[in-house]
């Protein structure tokens, strides 16, 4: 009498599975989680050269993450101009950056986290091109 062949899955069938259904959920956070930075192709701005020499980085565009600490100063023509803390824990840097008046429905208060797309100006002042909240 003929015997039937088995119909059962091997082992090492199951096992190739189980990776390749691994690898994709693996690939696919590690892409999603790459997409919540929007400046990721921007170069980060370099605070400790802007505060040696401001105007060496005019007309660049950089990317700033830091928490909002005080408003400075706000015109009704120019926007408000605020500093942020760049950095963790107390050796953190501060910086003013000027938020236009494009940016007036965003309520910037004080101790929330934003990250900053920026451009250093004419006198080296930092002039915001972008903002998200983080």
Known sequence: MARRA??????VTLLL?????????VGGAYFFIG?????????????SAY??????LRG???????????????SPTRGRLISIKV????????LAILVPVAFNHINLQKGQRYQFKVEV???????????HKS
């Open 51 to 56: 505060l040696e020499n401001a105007n060496s």
């Open 6 to 11: 088995s119909s059962r899955v091997s082992l």
């Open 35 to 47: 997409q919540n930075d929007p400046y990721r192709t921007v170069q980060p701005l370099d605070t």
């Open 17 to 25: 599975s189980a990776a390749f259904v691994l690898a994709l959920i």
């Open 60 to 74: 660049n565009v950089y990317r700033v993450e830091g928490t909002v600490q005080n408003s400075l100063s706000w």
């Open 87 to 94: 950095g963790e824990a107390e050796k953190g840097e501060r």
């Open 121 to 131: 100006v004419k006198d080296g002042v930092i002039e915001a091109r972008d903002l």
